[in-house]
């Protein structure tokens, strides 16, 4: 099944699969859309369009929030399936043979196909207001959080490009709301859309992208490398390329089949005090200077709708987003540390707190090594802990990764104190940016690593499994228990898979 091709379509698909609930009642996307959406997103609960926002746009929300609408919005069966076929692509090898060169060919042409393309008009440019026109305070903004220091749109796809080589950036930066024209942009130090700020000279033109197809919307938050386009990425996992239309008043192309775009620049150096925001870690962040979004124009569909998404103490809807990027990047990562056979980031981790990474161990030192290389990886650096397990052992049942950890763990030799980049958001190191990082060798070891050796584990032999298995129903005990069966509450589902 193809991808939705934009917000109202996914909007139909969901309502098709009952997966959303539309909300005629008034409410107030000041707290009590968050009170709202807190309890469904917690109860793995529907999509919600509410319909009445005290504004003439409806807001949709919770698009996201359980595995199920993730597999919908990309169009598979599981989120490991979007990883394959990402990996099928980057681990091409020249074809032998003619039935490989034609799957080769094919693999090219889903390449050639993700690029972005120009057409003259889209909808998302049905209605354009310039100037005095526009006025923020006329979209159903959500104030999130009692401490939060105004208004937040929480989900936008922020478009820039490299001062110096034109490469297009898409990231997902929230804005908070200032007045009817300008927002501050929340780009943190590590993020590729403040480093094309750095270069700007003068000013830096911006274009945000409100009311996505949501695979388009997902890729906003994928951690690319800087020069790598994040809307070929959505052309790529569509298997259709993101139609772009020249802006209206900035240098930028803006996704055709947006809801709602925002263009407008920042100027260098004009910064404004951003926050407090009720963030994904569970606690407010705290004022700091971010630069300044003057919107020059703002251009919509007709009856546009506005996508919103609230984040906080985990988990909430964005764990989805995360628990994508988890899955969809493993290929990637296996790339460059072929030892790695799964990797779990824990939604109560706030995702960079906690990395559980499984390997193939075949030297002394493996473990330290795969440490070093989450690291030295893209995002993945950030992470401020890392604990590291054997191939076998399932890195997303916690309470096997806490098994081996209790049972395998020499504190003294198996745990490593390290230092290095933090994420920005991260309020427990002593300095913002920078500071202690934990690695956890939970791995088997043995004489050659300073270990004694190493016991067996306890099995018990095929025999007598098939034995009990084949007499099962003679003992009079029942069905047969299910291993998992009384642990799999929704929430519980959500943060152990
Ligand atoms: C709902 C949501 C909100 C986010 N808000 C921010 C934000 O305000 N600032 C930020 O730097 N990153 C934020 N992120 C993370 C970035 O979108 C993510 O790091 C992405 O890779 C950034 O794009 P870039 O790699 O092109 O910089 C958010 C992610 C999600 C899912
Ligand atoms: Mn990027």
Redesign the pocket.
């Known amino acids: 099944m193809a991808p939705p091709g934009d917000l109202r379509d996914w909007i139909a698909l969901l309502e098709r699969e009952g997966e959303l609930r539309r909300v005629s009642a008034e409410v107030d996307p000041h707290l009590e859309v968050t009170e709202i959406v807190d309890r469904v997103v917690k109860a793995g609960g529907p999509a919600l369009l509410f319909e009445h926002t005290k504004s003439e746009h409806p807001l949709l929300i919770n698009q996201f929030g359980t595995e199920r609408r993730m597999c919908l919005a990309f169009g598979v069966d599981s989120l490991d399936d979007v990883g394959r076929r990402l990996g099928d692509v980057l681990e091409m090898q020249p074809p032998q043979g003619l039935a490989e060169k034609v799957r080769g060919l094919k693999k090219l042409k889903s390449i050639a196909d993700s690029q972005p393309k120009s057409v003259r008009s889209g909808p998302s440019q049905e209605v354009v207001l310039t100037g005095d026109e526009v006025d923020l305070r006329r979209l159903p903004v959500q104030t999130c959080w009692p401490g939060d220091a105004g208004p937040f749109i929480?989900?936008p796809a922020v478009i820039t490009k490299d001062p110096r080589t034109g490469a297009r950036?898409?990231?997902?930066?929230?804005l908070q709301v200032l007045d009817e024209r300008t927002t501050a942009m929340?780009?943190?130090i590590h993020?590729?859309?403040r480093a094309d700020y750095l270069l700007a000279d003068g000013k830096l033109e911006v274009a945000v992208a409100l009311g996505l197809d949501p695979v388009t919307a997902y890729a906003?938050?994928?951690?690319?490398p800087?020069h790598v386009d994040?809307f070929m990425l959505a052309g790529f996992l569509r298997g259709e390329p993101v139609e772009l239309v020249r802006g209206k008043t900035v240098d930028l192309d803006v996704p055709a089949n947006a809801e709602i775009v925002l263009e407008g620049y920042l100027a260098k150096d004009e910064l404004t005090e951003e926050g407090p925001f009720g963030d994904?870690t569970g606690y407010y962040t705290p004022p700091e200077p971010f630069p300044v979004f003057h919107v020059t124009a703002m251009t919509m569909r007709r009856e546009a709708i506005y996508p919103s998404?609230v984040?906080g103490k985990p988990p909430q809807e964005?764990a989805w987003?995360?628990k994508a990027t988890e899955r969809i990047f493993l290929p990637a990562i296996r790339m460059s540390v072929p030892e790695i056979v799964d990797y779990d980031l824990p939604v109560a981790g706030a995702f960079h707190n906690c990395c559980i990474v499984s390997i193939r161990k075949s030297f002394p030192g493996h473990a330290q090594k795969v440490m070093h290389a989450i690291w030295g990886l893209g995002?993945l650096s950030l992470t401020k802990s890392v604990v590291v397990v054997d191939e076998w052992v399932n890195v997303h049942d916690y309470e096997e990764v806490f098994f081996r950890v209790g049972a395998n763990v020499d504190p003294k030799r198996d745990v490593l104190i390290s230092e290095g980049p933090l994420d920005?958001l991260d309020h427990a190191p002593t300095l913002q940016f920078y500071g202690g990082k934990l690695g956890i060798d939970a791995t088997h070891k043995g004489p050659a690593e300073g270990a004694r050796e190493w016991p067996p584990e306890i099995e018990m032999s095929d025999e007598i499994r098939r034995r009990v298995d084949e007499r099962w129903a003679e003992y009079g005990l029942g069905a047969a228990p299910d291993p998992n069966g009384s642990r799999q509450g929704a929430l519980r589902q959500l943060l152990r898979r």
Do not use: C, F
């Open positions: 929480t989900l950036n898409v990231g997902m930066y929230r929340h780009w943190q993020k590729d859309g906003a938050s994928a951690p690319l800087k994040e994904h998404i984040v964005d987003l995360g995002m920005h």
